[in-house]
């Protein structure tokens, strides 16, 4: 079974930065694509960011893009999202997220293991 456990939210002021992380542990798969999710009360969990953990290929929400930044250290097994130029509309409870064999997609049913969320409070 796959663990990941998120990092690194909090409360931050519109136009501000915060990095997330989200580490994994008892990874055996040998292809598998990593993602962040999120979702704010009242709404639907949403697709951010993926990353391909073999060739580190990356994409991004429309929403996101150009402010957010995914990425990979394979050596520590770690999922960042660098979030700057950040919105009340970011505010969320984000979840990092592993689909094994997963090539590339922006689905939640395609993604087997997930993280317990880590809350992003943006204020205005």
């Known amino acids: 079974q796959v663990q990941l456990v998120e990092s690194g939210g909090g409360l931050v002021q519109a136009g501000g930065s915060l990095r997330l992380s989200c580490a994994a542990s008892?990874?055996?798969?040998?292809?598998?694509?990593m993602g962040w999710f999120r979702q704010a009360p009242g709404k639907e969990r949403e697709f951010v960011a993926y990353?391909?953990?073999?060739?580190?290929?990356?994409y991004y929400a429309d929403s996101v893009k150009g402010r957010f930044t995914v990425a990979r250290d394979n050596a520590k097994n770690t999922l960042y999202l660098q979030m700057n130029s950040l919105k009340p509309e970011d505010t969320a409870i984000y979840y990092c997220?592993?689909?094994?064999?997963?090539?590339?997609?922006?689905?939640?049913?395609?993604?087997?293991?997930w993280g317990q969320g880590t809350q992003v409070t943006v204020s205005s």
């Open positions: 008892t990874v055996t798969f040998s292809s598998y694509t």
């Open positions: 997220a592993l689909g094994r064999g997963v090539v590339f997609s922006t689905a939640v049913s395609e993604y087997d293991y």
């Open positions: 990353v391909r953990w073999s060739g580190g290929t990356t």
